[in-house]
């Protein structure tokens, strides 16, 4: 029986939001453009993001903290492995010795990962803080050479469909700005 009503309510509330809509369409069908734009997107998709993304990735610092992690990593494996093998054999005193270097490889593993998160969150936020100037410029001329005038984050919308996404507009904006600004480096 609650199944019954819930569908009952669920159809209602469904052919009203289909009727306010076909109402509101059919009142003034021009009125008003929306679109959606996921900034962060935009961003991290263009190619200047990308390129500073490949370069950190490409760097000593990077590449070395990459290699501490994976190294601890294996250690840490391996000594596990070997303390699963062999631990019925050991001493008290030789277990506990074992474990002593085993938190001390992990804490290695830890920190390395740490390190390189803080990295890529700086990395973001410099990257962030660079081309924001250049996605402000690209919505505006966007949303004005398209006559928008509903502009909505991404974030904020529950569904919408691929037409209104003006992303990746926004991100071909932001490489046709900072291509000279790459060439000329």
Known sequence: MKTNTFKIFGLMAIV???FSVSFVK???PQSEKLA??????AIF????????LKVFEESAD????????????????AMAK???????????????????????????AELAIQKITAEQKQLEQRILQDLAPFVEQALQEIVK??????????ESVLLATPETSITGKVA?????KTKPKADSE
């Not at 303390?83 to 490889?105: G, I, N, P």
């Not at 398209?146 to 502009?151: D, H, K, R, V």
């Open 16 to 18: 009203a939001f289909v």
């Open 26 to 28: 059919a009142a003034d």
């Open 36 to 41: 959606v734009v996921d900034a962060r997107v």
């Open 45 to 52: 998709s263009s190619n200047a993001a990308q390129n500073a």
């Open 62 to 77: 990077f590449i070395s903290l990459k290699a501490k992690y994976e190294s601890s990593s294996a250690d840490f494996q």
């Open 82 to 108: 070997e303390a699963e093998t062999k631990r019925l054999t050991w001493s008290q005193e030789e277990l506990a010795e074992h474990q002593k270097k085993m938190s001390y490889v992990k804490a290695d």
């Open 145 to 154: 050479e398209e006559g928008i005038s509903i502009l909505l984050r991404a």
């Open 172 to 176: 071909a904006r932001i490489d046709a």
